[in-house]
């Protein structure tokens, strides 16, 4: 196989790896956290404030950007990094996850899955052949292998087939596949939170062969505890020497209990949604910023917090904005959050290299337990 | 009269004038032309993007402030400045304007302005002496008369009479306005499209005394011809050692004509509100981003432009925001708009300074005629 993408493993800590995977577009320090930049924009962010929330690597929905502005166009205008102005490493999905959850009247046979469009309702075939095309136009510095996404609520009978479905294509997808210098193609393991489906899975794409091995199927429902005991007995059947990605994830507390079970990259919109619901993300848990209780509050958000937004706001000026539903709310509470979710990656990292996880693990996750600071008196 | 500001005029150019005016928070370089921060943020605007277009002085609102936050609860936070995140200067408008224009029910009398707010419909009463009571606890480097806003339709005899009442009210404003070091009080010129009443209106004024004139009552409504008569008849009888403040306007040939005719200061909403809606300024006259000619154009909004949008961003890439309604289209037509309108306001200083200003006027409407640059072929 062409070594597209090379990824060195620089500590480790238990079963958690610091690592650095490097891209035609630069190199990412893992563990990695990954901003959503669904329709070519992480959402409310310019990409220079994405850089500064510590983000190394975005990524962008394949789905979303072959209906709108579509991969051709983007291709045209140079490829997505130019288009829209983030010059580091993207990854890009495969549509699978979303043709499954936007679009309507899915007909999913051997060769693909064709739908119609959440847009214009305009049919469209999605097939391993072009997902991996519409990447290569896009200009992904990773690419995802085109699976299926099966629902929670399957029967094992169901998620066998799916998975089985998924390997043939996931072979397909590595055929569709041009090597390039700095540039990758992942596999996705399938098999929902059956431990041998997932070996079965996993051994499927070995055999295969990828630049790197992502866990699809988890956070869809089944809760944090089975999640993690499905990373338990897929992640020891992965490659030592790829990275390996939990595609959904997460949580900081997901995110704590994955790393610590050797997940190297993540992707979640939670941080950038949540944002935009006026969820703001501390130390000490989750704060809802809409709540009357930080209207004369002259406290940051979060005051172990350095970013612009913690050191430049006040609690009350920030429910000021999401009460007069002002823009200027939802992108403070999307670069603080941001911030955030880079920041316990950025701690994890270091506990890692220190070969402290267990301790800092233990002491992130009692802090998350506290509660919001209390009120002035 | 206790000085709180210092305007020193730099150069002239016929009825021109480069000035410096220096507060509190620091110098505003004139003619100056000012963000609207209506509810204490420039929309889709973080402080530090509203300071790189150009801007040294923001405007806020005084009649959406007093019912939320609340002037109060601003003065609790440690005022406007600190609240927002702004460190320069800040003119607060008396809120006259916005209870004419958004409040409803309301009753004139000689005491103040009876209303219901548009926001949770309660009664409020604004008087003179409260609105500047409000700027106080705002904490405005330039605090604005309390006047009547009469309708353009209105007859002679109203616009009268309502100047007058107006005119009352300066006086009193004048007598509630505490002097502090750095900060001043400016008085509103009204009299409609009359040129009696404007002399009466300004000469009551300077009989009172204020460290700055406005000029009230136009852009709404009149027509650009009718404004520019109106101050070719108005800024001649105003006081040559204060500032000249044209409020509402207005369009970039606006800016222009009313600097020509000596007028030193201006706020209007068009650059905000015409990122929020798609239209972009541009030296060749305004653009609609939603167009589908700008699909595949790999152009700058405006080539001649330095600003970050135009230097990161194709128009393809800004019509696709505005297509998948994303935030960031608002977020970078805004910041290119008030960029543009800033860049305006430096260019005239400029000519003035060079003694240039009908050149430079002259070339600069006559390239805002040609219309948007052609196709690609």
């Given at each position: 196989?062409?070594?597209?993408?090379?990824?060195?493993?620089?500590?480790?800590?238990?079963?958690?790896?610091?690592?650095?995977?490097?891209?035609?577009?630069?190199?990412?320090?893992?563990?990695?956290?990954?901003?959503?930049?669904?329709?070519?924009?992480?959402?409310?962010?310019?990409?220079?404030a994405?850089?500064?929330?510590?983000?190394?690597?975005?990524?962008?929905?394949?789905?979303?950007?072959?209906?709108?502005?579509?991969?051709?166009?983007?291709?045209?205008?140079?490829g997505?990094?130019?288009?829209?102005?983030?010059?580091?490493?993207?990854?890009?999905?495969?549509?699978g996850?979303?043709v499954?959850?936007?679009?309507?009247?899915?007909?999913?046979?051997?060769?693909?899955?064709?739908?119609?469009?959440?847009?214009?309702?305009?049919?469209?075939?999605?097939?391993?052949?072009?997902?991996?095309?519409i990447q290569?136009?896009?200009?992904?510095?990773?690419?995802?292998?085109?699976?299926?996404?099966?629902?929670?609520?399957?029967?094992?009978?169901?998620?066998?087939?799916?998975?089985r479905?998924?390997?043939?294509?996931?072979?397909?997808?590595?055929?569709?596949?041009?090597?390039?210098?700095?540039?990758?193609?992942?596999?996705?393991?399938?098999?929902?939170?059956?431990?041998?489906?997932?070996?079965?899975?996993?051994?499927?794409?070995?055999?295969?062969?990828?630049?790197g091995?992502?866990?699809?199927?988890?956070?869809?429902?089944?809760?944090?505890?089975?999640?993690?005991?499905?990373?338990d007995?897929?992640?020891?059947?992965?490659?030592?020497?790829?990275?390996?990605?939990?595609?959904?994830?997460?949580?900081?507390?997901?995110?704590?209990?994955?790393?610590?079970?050797?997940?190297?990259?993540?992707?979640?919109?939670?941080?950038?949604?949540?944002?935009?619901?006026?969820?703001?993300?501390?130390?000490?848990?989750?704060?809802?910023?809409?709540n009357?209780?930080h209207?004369?509050?002259?406290?940051?958000?979060?005051?172990?917090?350095?970013?612009?937004?913690?050191?430049?706001?006040?609690?009350?000026?920030?429910?000021?904005?999401?009460?007069?539903?002002?823009?200027?709310?939802?992108?403070?509470?999307?670069?603080?959050?941001?911030?955030?979710?880079?920041?316990?990656?950025?701690?994890?990292?270091?506990?890692?290299?220190?070969g402290?996880?267990?301790?800092?693990?233990?002491?992130?996750?009692?802090?998350?337990?506290?509660?919001?600071?209390?009120?002035?008196?």
């Amino acid at each position: 196989m062409t070594q597209g993408l090379t990824f060195s493993v620089l500590a480790r800590d238990g079963a958690a790896r610091l690592g650095r995977l490097d891209t035609a577009h630069g190199a990412i320090r893992t563990p990695a956290f990954m901003p959503v930049g669904t329709a070519a924009t992480v959402k409310a962010m310019p990409p220079e404030a994405v850089k500064a929330t510590g983000a190394d690597i975005i990524l962008g929905n394949t789905y979303h950007l072959m209906l709108r502005p579509t991969a051709e166009r983007v291709a045209c205008l140079g490829g997505l990094h130019k288009f829209m102005n983030w010059p580091g490493p993207i990854l890009t999905d495969s549509g699978g996850y979303q043709v499954m959850s936007l679009a309507k009247l899915r007909r999913i046979d051997e060769t693909g899955v064709t739908f119609k469009s959440h847009l214009d309702g305009a049919t469209v075939t999605l097939t391993p052949e072009r997902s991996i095309e519409i990447q290569r136009l896009l200009g992904a510095d990773i690419t995802m292998a085109f699976d299926e996404c099966t629902p929670f609520t399957a029967t094992v009978e169901t998620v066998a087939h799916s998975m089985r479905l998924s390997m043939r294509w996931a072979r397909r997808s590595k055929a569709a596949f041009a090597p390039r210098a700095g540039a990758g193609l992942f596999g996705i393991v399938q098999g929902g939170i059956h431990p041998e489906l997932r070996a079965e899975s996993a051994t499927a794409l070995m055999d295969i062969g990828f630049d790197g091995y992502a866990v699809g199927g988890l956070a869809v429902g089944e809760g944090q505890e089975l999640m993690l005991r499905t990373l338990d007995v897929t992640v020891p059947g992965l490659p030592v020497d790829r990275p390996r990605y939990l595609m959904g994830v997460g949580t900081p507390a997901d995110l704590v209990g994955a790393v610590r079970r050797g997940i190297d990259m993540f992707d979640c919109v939670l941080p950038t949604r949540s944002g935009r619901t006026a969820q703001a993300f501390t130390r000490r848990g989750t704060v809802n910023m809409r709540n009357a209780r930080h209207a004369e509050d002259p406290r940051p958000l979060d005051d172990a917090c350095a970013c612009p937004v913690c050191r430049g706001y006040s609690r009350a000026y920030l429910h000021h904005l999401t009460k007069a539903d002002e823009m200027l709310g939802p992108m403070l509470l999307t670069q603080h959050n941001l911030t955030f979710f880079q920041d316990v990656m950025a701690g994890l990292r270091d506990a890692i290299a220190r070969g402290a996880l267990d301790h800092y693990a233990g002491q992130f996750l009692e802090t998350l337990d506290l509660g919001d600071v209390p009120p002035l008196s």
